[in-house]
């Protein structure tokens, strides 16, 4: 492995190496590696993630909270 250091160049999306750019990133990246964002989809849909994903409570609820702030979703978990 080289001690080069290698870094993202924005807004571009290439990724340098030594000022030279070795890669380029597509516009519009994986959506699986983006996560889940609760703004995009239905109540109900957002509820049956969080129970499917309990790792992902906290993330989820302060996405909501930033973002539409939809009470049933913010007081999901709270019985």
Do not use: C
């Amino acid at each position: 492995m080289s001690d080069t250091p290698v870094y993202w160049s924005q807004p571009n999306q290439q990724v340098v190496r030594n000022g030279d750019p070795v890669a380029v990133l597509p516009d519009d990246p994986d959506p699986e590696l983006a996560g889940f964002d609760p703004g995009e989809h239905t109540v109900d849909e957002v509820l049956q993630y969080l129970e499917d994903n309990p790792d992902e409570v906290d993330t989820v609820l302060d996405l909501e909270s930033e973002g539409k702030g939809r009470k049933t979703i913010l007081a999901w978990g709270d019985d």
